[in-house]
């Protein structure tokens, strides 16, 4: 069996990686866009490095270097915990690709260890990505002995183990419950959306924690390691594994990690087949009726099939509606917390109304579904060149589509705002103008770059949503375009904030003018299918 498992993550990792495609494919602009995105992917890893690094200094500055490993395993459990539940059912119960492979001579058991591993691997690379430089900041200022280093490495490759297994389970249920039902799309989404929302909520409670935890820091060292032990008590046994020298902590801390590993593969061997199958399955009723037929105009037909395309994914609904939920569990937080509250736990008098304009823009836009709506036609994508529509239809229905998901959001939001805050004239027409604009520029720039970089040639869903160069770039640009502003109008407290908005938000109608004009209205951009 270890020979089938091999195979099939080798084969896994080739399609989600792209590796293949830039070793055969004659395209020397896909070999120059994979090039870039190497280069993308190493400048993010830099800062990631030096952010793990600069964590590590503090806290060994602080005299808590105890808790470096803790810490960093922590973080790295955290998202590995929540990005792996997001994507679970798409790669780990992936129909198409189970009937594929039961075909060959491959055992059940097989299929599901090399999914499981083919995310582990990745993950794993991450964990090591961050403990490495946290390793080597305290390597440098403690001088410790060398089974730091052995306990660290071996600790790093079987980190992301437990919460990979954890999340997966969250993920086996989510998708065992919605198979059952007729709308198991719908009901995946629905689980899947109350589950980010808990770890939303979550974070937020963990937000005013840190703030306990910083004083805390000061005062005594066991009350820190208190909170990390209620939080992911396997954390500190690596740590006194690490600096201590324990092999006993080592054993448990590789013994709990296995062990869910197995159990959760014996118990989820017997369901596999049926929850791939009932997920794969279309429900019909027997009593079907012709009824009176409508006709739409083009374009509205266009952005309902972009809203079916959509919704028919779970992890495209998840990884792109991330966004508008903080927009709303952040106004949630000021109507329960209140703006004196908020300011007064910040420090910074007046910071409420100046910096939520621009901070919910930010998040209603940082991660649009039409960064990735090309990618996501795939090998279909050359029947819309077939049908007799315009491009400036075709590329406008999908930025239109992306406008129809956040309203719903941002009217929520903007309600619970309104009756939180009671703004002023001024602030209320910044908190009604900023998020809408926002909204807007992301969706613009998401085509305008999923355009500039497709990725059409796809097996499984995951790649396109979260590891294309598409995703990444709007993401990053989007980031950039609302943590500058919000860096200035946050600091900047004697600018007139009302006029900086405007200013903002001025510039940012500019470039969606000039992004339409460009890209939406010629239509040329579109990528053509060869």
Known sequence: MGRQIGLLVRVSLCNLLGINEYRYTKDSGKKVRYRWMAVLWVVLLLMMAGY??????????????????????MCVSMVVF????????????DRSAYEKQIALPVSVRAIIVSRFLSMYLTNMLLGMLVMFPGMAVYGIMERPKVTFYLYGILGSVFLPLLPLTLASVVGAVISGISSRWRRKNLVAIVLTLIFICVIMVGSFGMAEMEEELLDMIHQLAPLMEEQIRRIYPPGIWLS????????????????????????FLE????????????????????????????????FR???????????????????????????VLVAVGVL????????????????????????????????PMSSCSISMEGKQWWMMQTFPITGKNLIRSKVWADVLVAVPFYLVTEVLLLIALRPDFLTLVSLLVMPAVYIVYSAVVGI???????????????????????????????????????????????????AVNMVLAAVLIGVIVMLDYMVIRKGKNAPKCD
């Open 52 to 73: 793990v690094g600069a964590l590590s200094y503090g806290l060994i500055y602080m005299g808590m270097g105890f808790y470096v490993p803790a810490v960093l395993s």
């Open 267 to 298: 118990i989820l061997r017997p369901f596999y087949a049926a929850i791939c199958s009932l997920l794969g399955a279309h429900g019909a009723k027997g009593n079907y009726q012709m009824k009176e037929m409508k006709s739409r105009s083009v």
């Open 336 to 367: 329960i917390a209140g703006k004196d509250y908020l300011e007064g736990m910040l420090g910074i008098e007046g910071v409420v109304d100046r910096g939520l304009p621009v901070l919910l823009g930010m998040m209603a836009g940082l991660m």
């Open 448 to 498: 305008t770059v999923n355009c500039k970089f497709p990725l059409l040639e796809w097996e499984n869903e995951t790649r396109v949503v979260k590891q294309s160069a598409s995703t990444m770039i709007t993401m990053l640009i989007c980031m950039f375009t609302g943590i500058v502003p919000l860096v200035i109008v946050v600091i900047g407290g004697g600018l007139p904030i009302f």
């Open 82 to 93: 929540i990005f792996t539940v997001l994507k679970t059912g798409a790669v780990l119960f």
């Open 240 to 263: 006194e594994a690490m600096v201590g020298g324990k092999f006993i902590m080592l054993l448990c801390f590789l013994a709990l990690s296995l062990g869910c590993f197995v159990l």
């Open 301 to 327: 037909s266009m952005v309902e099939r972009e809203l079916r395309r959509y919704f028919s994914s779970v992890i495209y609904v998840s990884n792109t509606i991330v966004g508008n939920l903080l927009m």
